[in-house]
T-cell receptor, first 117, second 113 residues
């Protein structure tokens, strides 16, 4: 069975500061990993995905994440926060070894980011 | 590009009422799924389908039914709504093979009183 743990349900950062959102996963097979963002009253939008190619993945809006197999982690970072980054962020895993990447996702509990001016 | 379309966006039901949440996608994706989102719990899989005529249960299927008569549509039915089903519901679709991600609808916010 897969699982995802996101450390911190709420994170507060100052505008211009580093954004770091932590995600640890468990999977019995090599995983596909995703970060999604949800703006208020909207659906989920893909930020980036890891599908066993490069371990450092660059996404939209200046975000990137690094897959570390030894640490079973996929932390999300952005060097300089912007007010528009205020949203909820979800890490998700699918067992890519058995099925397609977008199938049967397991989500973490989410991290809500507040950006202070 | 419409992508994944969910209707309605908001709904209030009384306990015991039934309703159907609609989901349609225009990307010819074989795989479709329903999730519910509750605070602090992320999204949890309710039901999924790998193609027309094929459905299966996810993590939290109790109280929900689905059917898949066409590739495009995947409705979610609540036969007798309960307050515990108050949640935000998301429909998603993706390919059945490869590394493509899931695409999500805008969600349906359901309140059961």
């Amino acid at each position: 069975a897969q699982s995802v743990t996101q450390l911190g349900s709420h994170v507060s950062v100052s505008e211009g500061a580093l954004v770091l959102l932590r995600c640890n996963y468990s999977s019995s097979v090599p995983p596909y990993l995703f970060w999604y963002v949800q703006y208020p009253n909207q659906g989920l939008q893909l930020l980036l995905k890891y599908t066993s190619a490069a371990t450092l993945v660059k996404g939209i809006n200046g975000f990137e994440a690094e897959f570390k197999k030894s640490e079973t982690s996929f932390h999300l970072t952005k060097p300089s926060a912007h007010m528009s980054d205020a949203a909820e962020y979800f890490c998700a895993v699918s067992d890519g070894g058995l099925r397609a990447a977008g199938n049967k996702l397991t989500f973490g509990g989410g991290t809500r980011v507040l950006v202070k001016p | 590009n419409a992508g994944v379309t969910q209707t309605p966006k908001f709904q209030v039901l009384k306990t015991g009422q039934s309703m159907t949440l609609q989901c349609a996608q225009d990307m010819n994706h074989e795989y479709m799924s329903w999730y519910r989102q509750d605070p602090g719990m992320g999204l949890r899989l309710i039901h999924y389908s790998v193609g027309a005529g094929i459905t299966d249960q996810g993590e939290v299927p109790n109280g929900y039914n689905v059917s898949r008569s066409t590739t495009e549509d995947f409705p979610l039915r609540l036969l007798s709504a309960a307050p515990s089903q108050t949640s935000v519901y998301f429909c998603a679709s993706s390919t059945l093979t490869g590394t493509g991600e899931a695409f999500f609808g805008q969600g349906t916010r359901l309140t059961v009183v």
